[in-house]
């Protein structure tokens, strides 16, 4: 969608948006009305469309003028009254806050009663108001409701005209007349009315498909480099207290800090594109460097059969996470990491022994967004999170999510 048709539907919504304080819906917007709010027509038909149907009504005019009409001045009354009802029924029909109100079924049923007049006590000429009264309904009622008043004001047309000429023909011609009148308009009226709720459900579409791509970038931006640069920080502290007396010690963890740079621009870079999925493998191994290099000791076991690559990459995102909190936050001095996988459940659980403050950021506390983020990910997978202080001492943190885990919500985004 083009940037300036998104704007288009979004002004529309806005323009249509009901207004506060309006209490609940009023029983005649059950009439027809949409159920979402009164419609606009920014591109299609407007109410100056149904004014040149008027002159259908130039035969009664004639008769008027003319003389031939019994009692001219209440004829002429009764044009009058039906030109002016006729207009208002279209225009209110078509404003979107006159629609939320009375006022255009009021004018409806005043003009029915008109139209039934004109043609009760005139006939001939003056019974095609009929299919001008069904013109204007259909401009305002849809469904059942619009259905309904068609079929009455059909009948009775039909019989009203057959009862004044005696012939059937006129009588079919005016009742066909009447009912498909208001069908055909209320029809196109209903398209260009789907037709305007596509264009904004297509726009509300766009815009929650960026809010979505927003978060996942947000999510995978804050994983990555909060991971990437707190082993950097390490590593160069390392470094810093290695360089005066061992040097080649201090050399092996500067040529690890260039390895783990490098290793983030490739994260990133597939991070952008949408593509990555971790490994829980590749996650382990970082994570016993980056405990190592820490000065944390890193207790890793692992039991049951493989993880599914899906289930495996979700959990290398906790351990990534995980680590990275023990890291910078717990003072630990070991930080133990075991993963249980069953026949339909898999359980990563990582302890420290630590006093830090990670347990302020466990999503149950309203903290931190790396454990939100991570909750948010195994949510979306059917998985938990728990996070929180072990005992006395110490932080847990327990994620739990199904084997058969299948594709992982932004890949399976991305891959459409």
């Known amino acids: 969608m083009r940037g300036t048709e ?23 917007m059950s009439l027809g009305a949409p159920k979402d709010g009164p419609v606009t027509f920014r591109k299609g038909p407007t109410p100056t469309t149904f004014l040149p149907w008027l002159i259908m009504g130039v035969g009664a005019i004639s008769n008027t003028l003319n003389g031939k009409a019994g009692n001219p001045w209440l004829a002429g009354a009764g044009l009058l009254a039906f030109n002016s009802l006729y207009v208002g029924v279209v225009r209110t029909a078509f404003d979107p806050r006159a629609r939320a109100t009375w006022v255009p079924y009021g004018l409806l049923a005043a003009l ?7 043609g009760i006590g005139y006939g001939g000429a003056w019974m095609l108001f009929f299919p001008l009264m069904t013109l204007a309904a259909g401009t305002l009622l849809r469904g059942r409701p619009l259905f309904v008043a068609l079929f009455i004001a059909s009948a009775s047309a039909g019989t009203l005209a057959g009862h004044g000429s005696g012939d059937p023909w006129d009588a079919s011609t005016i009742g066909y007349g009447t009912f498909i009148s208001g069908m055909v308009t209320s029809a196109v009226l209903g398209l260009f009315e789907t037709n305007r709720r596509l264009r904004a459900t297509e726009g509300r579409l766009a815009r929650t498909a960026v809010e979505k791509e927003r978060l996942r970038f947000s999510r995978d931006l804050h994983d990555l480099l909060g991971h990437t640069l707190s082993v950097v920080v390490v590593k160069a502290e390392a470094v810093r207290r290695l360089a005066p007396r061992d040097v080649d010690a201090a050399l092996e963890q500067a040529a690890d800090i260039e390895a783990v740079g490098r290793q983030a621009l490739t994260e990133i870079r597939e991070a952008v594109t949408g593509y990555r999925q971790g490994s829980l493998a590749t996650e382990l191994d970082r994570a016993r460097s980056a405990l190592e290099a820490g000065g944390i000791e890193p207790v890793v076991r692992q039991s049951g059969p493989p993880l599914s690559p899906q289930a495996g990459a979700l959990l290398g995102w906790v351990v990534r996470e995980g680590v990275t909190n023990a890291v910078r936050h717990s003072g630990a001095t070991r930080c133990e990491i075991e993963v249980r996988v069953d026949s339909d459940r898999a ?52 994620a739990e999510l199904p084997e058969d885990t299948g594709v992982l919500p932004e890949a399976e985004e991305m891959s459409r």
């Open 347 to 398: 359980r990563l659980t990582i302890t420290d022994d630590g006093r830090g403050p990670v347990s302020s950021q466990a999503p149950a506390e309203g903290g931190g967004t790396g454990l939100t983020g991570l909750a948010e990910r195994l949510a979306a997978a059917g998985g938990t999170l728990d996070a929180g202080p072990d005992g006395r001492r110490g932080f847990r943190l327990v």
């Open 6 to 28: 998104f704007e288009d539907v979004m002004a529309e919504r806005d323009d249509e948006a009901p207004k506060k304080g309006c209490g609940r819906e009023p029983f005649w």
């Open 112 to 118: 029915a009663v008109v139209t039934y007049a004109l």
